[in-house]
């Protein structure tokens, strides 16, 4: 029903940016939250970023605010994630995700596994 790609991934030196781009195709919804996560060998896939339909509230995980920024274009069914300052420790799989519905916080739920629709992944590196 809803299709996500992500892209913009790749190898980074510390210190450096990336840009996460995630296409939305297929079904749309009239509103809808979307979210970052990434996973690295070993570990739960756990969240990075959050932003609810409007852009008004988001949410970031500790690790990476201050550094971070997600943003989305919702005429283009699109998401980013600005990653500033890298660190080799941001090295994983990036994934998005959407949530369907109106959302004017990111609750708990939001924050969790609990999105509808995933995207395959883009690995980003980061080196030393």
């Known amino acids: 029903q809803v299709q996500l790609v992500e892209s913009g991934g790749g190898l980074v030196q510390a210190g450096g940016s990336l840009r996460l781009s995630c296409a939305a195709s297929g079904r749309t919804f009239s509103s809808s939250a979307r979210g970052w996560f990434r996973q690295t060998p070993g570990k739960e896939r756990e969240i990075v970023a959050a932003i609810t339909w409007s852009g008004a509230t988001t949410y970031y995980a500790d690790s990476v605010k201050g550094r971070f920024t997600i943003s989305r274009d919702n005429a283009k069914n699109m998401v980013y994630l600005q990653m500033n300052s890298l660190k080799p420790e941001d090295t994983a799989v990036y994934y998005c995700?959407?949530?369907?519905?109106?959302?004017?916080?990111?609750?708990?739920?939001?924050?969790?596994?609990?999105?509808?629709?995933w995207g395959q992944g883009t690995q980003v590196t980061v080196s030393s």
């Open positions: 995700a959407l949530k369907p519905g109106l959302y004017t916080t990111v609750s708990a739920y939001l924050r969790g596994l609990t999105y509808d629709y």
